[in-house]
């Protein structure tokens, strides 16, 4: 029985020393295979992909789409930026690495488990996510030059072009892509994958028809699931912009028919009623849907999208009144959604601007600044129009105010003293309302904590008994008095102790400097102290007041194109009294101005003769006389002063030592900043670079903005000089191209789009390259260059010499030489640096003659 016992054991024992022998990855047996195999499937790999899969999950669940432009392929955002996904990407590198380092099997060059190459991928794809791309595009390379002409390789170089798109390099992506395009074997089932790829590249660099043909490409030949109402969604938005209603609204009605969420459901139907017909029977259907939808619980958090469909279907139908009513609404019922609330400013703020009415355009224009974020496709064009508008209305204003101050000042006292007490009266009773609202705050709130009931008490307040949280009016009214308050804040802990010792502080300095006489708009001296009292006072008043009409006529003219208005604030100025004589004749040279684009040669004619008869003495008299005068007058004041003009001299005959003595000490006049320049100048020019900079230093503070700028410029070249030199370079040797035989090349290979089959020569060169030069891993890529022509590239070389020993061995290739025979091309070697330059120039006769000098010619 023992004897027994001890045969199992050590039957057991031997069963098990073979089992781990058999496991080593040095060896290839069966058992070895079939256990790495389902370990570094079941363990490493299954593991980190789920990682990955609750990491992307989280990614797409922040992600929120802003519809108000084209939406992006891929829901990723910014990936730099997502530090949640952090762990999880971790994880899967991890174990994926791990697999790597304990399951491979490589034995004489050839990988004998399964799944080495996909624990490669999920590591490439974990540092994508992870936003770290270079890192993700070496283990996409690696996977393309490890595992070539498998599935798996051509699935990293989609990956690798994403890695390119997500840093900004479209120009390797479309080379990658393109390369794909044009690949026999490229697999069937990856398709999809290129061109959901191919569209975000050209997406994100604004081609929508190139955007759009791939994106109908996926829709047309293959079955998306859930991406399919997104794919859907992004070719109609691009439809539409178009202004191919037609096919935008088909798009739009298959978003309906997909699974997708409802919001995008939502923004199709709005775009679907955008899209109908105006003319058709089928605008009126669209608009009664949209008010029942208006009405609809759920959709209560989009009221104001809704509001702002229906007012562009107003603004079709021509109907502006109604249209500023619902774009009203749409402001109004904007709670969150600050894009949206930003546009329906912004609309009505065109409407108003289109009517000329720029007073209240510029308040809605102020209300789009506010609420439209920095990085919005519309802010800078619409912040350009908010600058100028404010500009005029700041002047409007000015002209309002003082006419009033000076209105207030010459009535009698009785009245005067009555108008008074009527603002403050309004002044008291805007306090008391104040007052009460706080009051009956505070009573809500109060009530609201003593009897947990703030649906009533709240709802009966606000909102006809709904819980206030429903009536968007109150929430959007609390949102406006919380920024008035706090200003833009994050929903963070501690949001109000941001910044609070700034404020503390700022309201300590306010509340020591009011003093209750000058601040309190309650007391008559407050109001009596701003009125004009002596004949100077009045003349200042006046002078603002031309001065106002003066800047507004300005902007009318040059940035409003509103050259009747223009022409009223300038007649406005010549009916004040007791102002600067100065104001007259730049106001009739104005006038003259506006006439001529006016083509009105009678009031042409009557403010030219006024100007020439009554202020023939001024500036403005003598350029009607004299179209060089201001040339001559510049040229004039230049040479003042004689000395200054003897310097200049001696610096123009580049006699820089005399420069140099006569500016040892430079007096405190009108010239001392072109002393210093010409100083500085001569100091290059005399080697002393350190003095220069000093000099030049003190000059960009000047006074004379252009004086300023030229000697920051000059400084900046004076410190680095590289690109003077470069510019001095091209001119001298009259190419853009730098010879630079020692830095790295590449050989290009051009040839005609049509007639060539490019995957035929790339498998040629290949070929060629694994024949002749066993030892080395060459890149060979394509990409077009112009509409016409092939760019097959060929790299890297370490030099010149190792390019043009490539260069001419591929020359002896028969089946290559045949192959490029066949049509006109060109083999040409290049440097890094100098195909950056060809590349954007299509500079191929440039380059080929750059080619022929300095290499072919001097070789």
Request: proline content about 2%; glycine content about 2%.
């Amino acid at each position: 029985m023992i004897t027994k016992k001890r045969s199992c054991y050590i039957l057991l024992l031997s069963c098990f020393f073979m089992l781990v022998n058999s496991c080593s990855t040095k060896k290839k047996s069966w058992i070895s295979r079939q256990y790495h195999n389902t370990t570094a499937r079941y363990n490493g790999y299954y593991n980190g992909s789920e990682s990955i899969k609750y990491g992307i999950k989280k990614i797409h669940n922040s992600f929120v789409d802003d519809y108000s432009t084209v939406l992006p392929v891929f829901r990723t955002g910014n990936l730099k930026k997502a530090k949640s996904t952090l762990p999880y990407m971790d994880k899967a590198i991890q174990k994926g690495s791990i697999v790597i380092q304990k399951h491979s099997i490589k034995i004489r060059g050839k990988e004998y488990c399964r799944w080495i190459d996909d624990n490669y991928l999920m590591v490439g794809k974990a540092y994508f996510y992870k936003g770290e791309f270079d890192e993700a595009a070496k283990t996409f390379s690696f996977i393309t030059e490890e595992y070539k002409k498998s599935l798996i390789s051509h699935e990293a170089y989609l990956w690798l072009s994403r890695c390119y798109i997500e840093k900004g390099d479209y120009v390797s992506a479309e080379a990658i892509l393109m390369d794909l395009n044009n690949n026999k074997f490229f697999p069937k089932q990856l398709k999809k994958d290129y061109e959901i790829i191919n569209a975000d590249l050209y997406i994100r660099q604004n081609n929508y028809p190139l955007a759009k043909t791939a994106l109908i490409q996926c829709l047309k030949k293959y079955k998306l699931g859930k991406d399919k109402g997104r794919l859907n969604y992004i070719a109609a938005q691009i439809y539409q912009y178009n202004e191919d209603y037609k096919e935008a609204a088909k798009h739009y009605a298959q978003v309906l028919k997909s699974n997708a969420e409802y919001i995008m459901v939502f923004n199709s139907k709005m775009n679907l009623a955008l899209c109908s017909d105006k003319s058709s029977a089928d605008s009126d259907k669209m608009r009664k849907e949209l008010v029942k939808m208006s009405k609809d619980d759920k959709n209560i958090d989009y009221l104001d999208q809704i509001y702002y469909t229906i007012a562009q279907m107003d603004i079709s139908n021509q109907d502006t009144i109604l249209a500023k009513e619902n774009y009203l609404n749409s402001t109004v019922y904007s709670v969150s959604n600050e894009s949206q609330k930003a546009l329906s400013f912004l609309e009505l703020a065109k409407i108003d601007f289109a009517q000329a009415d720029f007073i209240s355009s510029q308040l809605y224009y102020d209300s789009t600044i506010y609420f439209m974020s920095e990085d919005f496709r519309l802010y800078k064009p619409t912040l350009v129009r908010y600058l100028i508008l404010t500009d005029l209305v700041n002047n409007l204003k000015t002209i309002q105010l003082q006419d009033s101050l000076i209105s207030l000042a010459l009535m009698p006292q009785k009245e005067r003293d009555a108008i008074i007490k009527g603002i403050i009266n309004k002044e008291v009773e805007k306090e008391r309302i104040e007052k009460e609202k706080e009051i009956l705050k505070r009573q809500n709130l109060y009530e609201g904590n003593t009897n947990r009931n703030r649906n009533e008490q709240f709802g009966n307040n606000t909102s006809g008994g709904k819980w206030y949280f429903y009536n968007p009016a109150t929430l959007s009214f609390g949102l406006s008095e919380f920024r008035k308050k706090w200003g833009k804040r994050k929903l963070e802990d501690d949001w109000r102790r941001k910044n609070r010792k700034a404020t503390v502080i700022a309201e300590e300095d306010s509340s020591a400097l009011e003093t209750p006489t000058t601040n309190n708009t309650k007391d008559p001296s407050f109001y009596l102290k701003q009125l004009p009292s002596t004949s100077e006072d009045f003349l200042l008043s006046r002078e603002k007041i031309a001065n106002a009409y003066y800047e507004a006529a300005i902007i009318y003219r040059h940035d409003l194109l509103e050259i009747n208005k223009s022409n009223e604030m300038f007649n406005k100025i010549l009916r004040l009294v007791d102002i600067d004589s100065l104001f007259f004749p730049m106001t009739y040279y104005n006038l003259y101005l506006n006439y001529s684009l006016q083509e009105n040669s009678e009031k042409l004619n009557l403010a030219k003769s006024t100007l020439l008869k009554n202020f023939s003495k001024s500036v403005y008299a003598k350029i009607l006389e004299d179209p060089d005068y201001l040339q001559k007058i510049s040229l004039s004041n230049n040479n003042n002063d004689s000395a200054f003009e003897e310097v200049f001299v001696n610096y123009k005959g580049r006699e820089y030592n005399s420069v140099l003595e006569a500016t040892k000490e430079i007096k405190n006049n009108e010239h001392k900043d072109r002393y210093r320049f010409i100083r500085a100048v001569s100091m290059i020019n005399m080697g002393d670079t350190v003095g220069s900079i000093n000099t030049l230093a003190e000059v960009a503070k000047a006074e004379d903005p252009n004086l300023a700028s030229h000697a920051r410029k000059l400084l900046d070249i004076v410190r680095d000089p590289t690109s003077v030199n470069e510019s001095n370079r091209r001119a001298i040797e009259k190419t853009p191209y730098k010879i630079n035989h020692n830095s790295q090349h590449l050989v290009m290979f051009i040839l005609p789009k049509e007639g060539v089959d490019i995957s035929y020569l790339k498998t040629l060169i290949s070929d060629f390259n694994t024949k002749n030069y066993s030892t080395r891993i060459f890149e060979i890529n394509a990409m077009m260059i112009g509409l016409d022509m092939h760019l097959l590239m060929v790299k890297y070389f370490e030099g010149k010499d190792k390019s043009l020993k490539y260069h001419e061995d591929i020359m002896f290739s028969t089946e290559v030489t045949n192959e490029l025979h066949k049509t006109e091309h060109y083999i040409l070697p290049i440097t890094t640096d100098n195909f950056q330059e060809f590349y954007v120039n299509k500079d191929l006769e440039g380059y080929s003659k750059f080619f022929k000098e300095k290499y072919i010619d001097k070789n």
